[in-house]
């Protein structure tokens, strides 16, 4: 059964870079699958952030692309999520998730983390 | 890219019937049969509900289905019980320039 968890500060500082890794159990990342980021702002909706496939290929927000980056880390098991030039806007619970985009969703997704953007 | 229209709440009786909506556009929900649901209890992670519009992952009650009528999507879920209250998000492909959309949410009150 694969299973996801996030991790990272949960407090960054306005105009910071923003660092999460979801670690994956359950599953090989090298194996193959897309692996992505969603999130959700207190009391509002989802919002798709990016993803990337084992290989390193990435696929991004074109409203974030800007100032995201997500990586796999094969060796750990992992892949991460860098936002720069954060901002209060960017407080929300951070999810990961695995992607399946020939069928168009995502499953399963981690626990998700707070993170809060403030001075 | 907006996202996708939803109602901002829906409710009804145990064991009445309820359908939610997810309206889009022809770029995203008219143009790819790719339309998942997703239901979020209160501080807990979306659960896949739906995908491909009308398909049910293993262990998801039958109780819940989902179609498709050009731009617009819906959800339904019959013999609503206790434990379908929970906010609900449809999610559409978009395309390989956005690629997703989710909707912006549907609270389910059961009465």
């Known amino acids: 059964q694969v299973q996801l968890q996030e991790s990272g500060p949960g407090l960054v500082k306005p105009s910071e870079t923003l660092s999460l890794t979801c670690a994956v159990s359950g599953y090989s990342i090298s194996s193959g699958y897309y692996w992505g980021w969603i999130r959700q702002p207190p009391g509002k909706g989802l919002e798709w952030i990016g993803s990337i496939y084992h290989s390193g290929s990435t696929y991004y927000n074109p409203s974030l692309k800007s100032r995201v980056t997500i990586s796999v880390d094969t060796s750990k098991n992992q892949f991460s999520l860098k936002l720069s030039s954060v901002t209060a806007a960017d407080t929300a619970v951070y999810y990961c998730?695995?992607?399946?985009?020939?069928?168009?969703?995502?499953?399963?997704w981690g626990q998700g983390t707070l993170v809060t953007v403030s001075s | 890219q907006s996202a996708l229209t939803q109602p901002a709440s829906v409710s009804g009786s145990p064991g009445q019937s309820i359908t939610i909506s997810c309206t889009g556009t022809?770029?995203?929900?008219?143009?790819?049969?790719?339309v998942s649901w997703y239901q979020q209890h209160p501080g807990k992670a979306p659960k896949l509900m739906i995908y491909e519009v009308s398909k049910r992952p293993s262990g998801v009650s039958n109780r819940f289905s989902g179609s498709k009528s050009g731009n617009t999507a819906s959800l339904t879920i019959s013999g609503l019980q206790a434990e379908d209250e929970a906010d609900y998000y449809c999610?559409?492909?978009?395309?390989?320039?956005?690629?997703?959309?989710f909707g912006t949410g549907t609270k389910v009150t059961v009465l």
């Open positions: 998730a695995r992607l399946f985009p020939a069928n168009g969703f995502q499953d399963p």
């Open positions: 022809s770029s995203d929900v008219g143009s790819y049969n790719l």
């Open positions: 999610c559409s492909y978009a395309g390989s320039s956005t690629y997703y959309v």
